[in-house]
């Protein structure tokens, strides 16, 4: 019986820690498009290299339990309305920066000129395709979007800077669509 008692407890632990791991520290989170909440994830500097990373959340997630049940007592259709809004995340990674120092500082490109981002389609964030499909919505200029939706409530993106000065420990993080960050480096 102690056996059990004991591994109720080690199990217990890993239970809770595992939801440490996977729901990951919010550094900081801010206002996104349509009612969206984008969280700073990390912010980390390696090898001369800043590395951020956020994660956009549907609003449909950020209702509590006790909205969701207003809502589905409701007559109107606003829960379906919300629920089921699709909404597109769709912009030019040249639009991503940060800010120290009153300097700007742009988005990362490795030596065949690709951005150190992910996910990238050409020079935009941009949804997941085949390569044909991307190949053929490139040549008529039309790249899909990365989509927000009941099937994917959350989406992660990141972004590779090179890293601030030496001294500087704070920078202000630009996501077009999104309210600024103000981000704390961890070097």
């Known amino acids: 019986m102690k056996n059990y008692g004991m591994l109720l407890i080690i199990m217990s632990t890993l239970f809770l820690w595992s939801g440490t791991l996977t729901a990951g520290q919010v550094i900081d989170d801010q206002f996104g498009p349509d009612g969206t909440k984008v969280e700073l994830v990390k912010a980390k500097v390696r090898n001369g290299v800043l590395t951020l990373a956020v994660r ?5 997630e950020l209702t509590t339990a006790e909205q969701r049940e207003k809502f589905e007592n409701s007559t109107t259709n606003q829960m379906y309305q919300l629920k089921n809004r699709s909404i597109p995340i769709k912009f030019k990674v040249g639009s991503v920066f940060y800010v120290a120092d009153g ?85």
């Open 56 to 60: 956009y959340i549907h609003p449909w």
């Open 103 to 187: 300097k700007k500082y742009h988005v990362l490109k490795d030596k065949e000129g690709n951005w150190l981002a992910s996910p990238v389609a050409g020079d935009y964030i941009a949804g997941p395709a085949d390569r044909d499909v991307l190949r053929k919505m490139k040549k008529k200029n039309r790249i899909p979007a990365l989509f927000l939706s009941d099937n994917h409530p959350i989406q992660i993106l990141w972004f590779k800077f090179p890293a601030p000065p030496e001294g500087v420990n704070e920078i202000e993080f630009q996501i077009p669509e999104v309210t600024p960050f103000d981000v704390e480096i961890k070097r």
